[in-house]
């Protein structure tokens, strides 16, 4: 596969510019009021200015880490994912013959540290850790062949879902559209092959899930392209691929940490809307 990553020219981030070694974390976040995307080398953010799908330039301010707060790494138009891409999470089912997909809303984003707040009536939340796509180009009916070329980069997210609610309802409009119900990042890494990286869920620093994205069912190539059959996907949205092994719920006050290998870590508490 190809391996994507935005390097330096003079003082210019080139996103065209390709290369098999170099990663490059991005972040978004906000600092002094104002809110930028930066490129993180150790615990300094380094200020971008433009579009980062495109071409920016490096501003030569640096913020600490630790002085900003990290926000959700994109603002997509669109919030796919995929069901049942695991063998560990599809029990006693048959796999399908192309991937099942369904819609999160881009009102569900939150970032690492922000709180999953239960809405009411909410009484059996799971995660959902998993691998995040983000396309960096516009798609449409794109190959297989081809499809990894309009992927930016991976992030790391959280499907949570109500299992009652997705049950029972008619649509998953509630059980995994809910507000709070997406959190993602820390960051968006380019330079990644996103077909074999570890994924591990901690519930309370307890290891809930494991598993390495090279046994999802459908990859992300053959993930991306059946989506840009039937969705134009824009720079910047992102596809959800799937969760691996069982889940478990979730109570107000319960810490859940999804890492993504060479990523790093989303860390959100749970919160209920009876406790606010």
């Given at each position: 596969m190809r391996?994507?990553?935005?390097?330096?020219?003079?003082?210019?981030?080139?996103?065209?510019?390709?290369?098999?070694?170099?990663?490059?974390?991005?972040v978004r976040y906000a600092h002094e009021g104002a809110e930028s995307y930066g490129v993180l080398k150790g615990g300094e953010i380094h200020e971008l200015r433009g579009d980062i799908f495109k071409t920016v330039e490096l501003t030569g301010h640096t913020v600490a880490l630790d002085d900003a707060r990290l926000l959700i790494p994109v603002q997509p138009s669109k919030v796919i994912a995929?069901?049942?891409?695991?063998?560990?999470?599809?029990?006693?089912?048959?796999?399908?013959?192309?991937?099942?997909?369904?819609?999160?809303?881009p009102t569900s984003l939150i970032a690492t540290g922000e709180e999953i707040v239960f809405p009411p009536g909410a009484r059996n939340v799971h995660y959902e850790g998993e691998m995040v796509?983000?396309?960096?180009?516009?798609?449409?009916h794109v190959s297989r062949e081809e499809a990894l070329d309009y992927v930016f980069g991976v992030t790391a997210g959280n499907d949570v879902s109500e299992r009652d609610w997705q049950a029972n309802d008619l649509q998953w409009f509630r059980a995994k559209g809910s507000d709070t119900f997406?959190?993602?990042?820390?960051?968006?890494?380019?330079g990644l092959n996103p077909d074999d990286l570890l994924l591990q869920t901690r519930l309370n620093g307890e290891v809930r899930q494991s598993q390495r994205t090279s046994d999802l069912f459908f990859d992300s190539s053959e993930i991306v392209s059946y989506v840009s059959q039937f969705v134009t996907l824009?720079?910047?949205?992102?596809?959800?691929?799937?969760?691996p092994g069982e889940t478990q719920g979730m109570q107000p006050g319960d810490v859940v940490e999804v890492e993504l290998e060479g990523v790093g870590i989303l860390r959100?508490?749970?919160n209920s809307a009876d406790a606010r």
């Amino acid at each position: 596969m190809r391996q994507f990553i935005a390097t330096a020219c003079v003082s210019f981030i080139c996103a065209a510019s390709l290369t098999a070694q170099d990663i490059t974390k991005y972040v978004r976040y906000a600092h002094e009021g104002a809110e930028s995307y930066g490129v993180l080398k150790g615990g300094e953010i380094h200020e971008l200015r433009g579009d980062i799908f495109k071409t920016v330039e490096l501003t030569g301010h640096t913020v600490a880490l630790d002085d900003a707060r990290l926000l959700i790494p994109v603002q997509p138009s669109k919030v796919i994912a995929v069901g049942f891409n695991y063998r560990s999470h599809l029990g006693e089912r048959e796999p399908t013959l192309y991937p099942g997909l369904f819609a999160k809303y881009p009102t569900s984003l939150i970032a690492t540290g922000e709180e999953i707040v239960f809405p009411p009536g909410a009484r059996n939340v799971h995660y959902e850790g998993e691998m995040v796509l983000v396309i960096g180009r516009r798609a449409k009916h794109v190959s297989r062949e081809e499809a990894l070329d309009y992927v930016f980069g991976v992030t790391a997210g959280n499907d949570v879902s109500e299992r009652d609610w997705q049950a029972n309802d008619l649509q998953w409009f509630r059980a995994k559209g809910s507000d709070t119900f997406g959190p993602l990042g820390p960051v968006l890494v380019r330079g990644l092959n996103p077909d074999d990286l570890l994924l591990q869920t901690r519930l309370n620093g307890e290891v809930r899930q494991s598993q390495r994205t090279s046994d999802l069912f459908f990859d992300s190539s053959e993930i991306v392209s059946y989506v840009s059959q039937f969705v134009t996907l824009e720079p910047g949205d992102v596809i959800y691929t799937g969760t691996p092994g069982e889940t478990q719920g979730m109570q107000p006050g319960d810490v859940v940490e999804v890492e993504l290998e060479g990523v790093g870590i989303l860390r959100n508490i749970i919160n209920s809307a009876d406790a606010r």
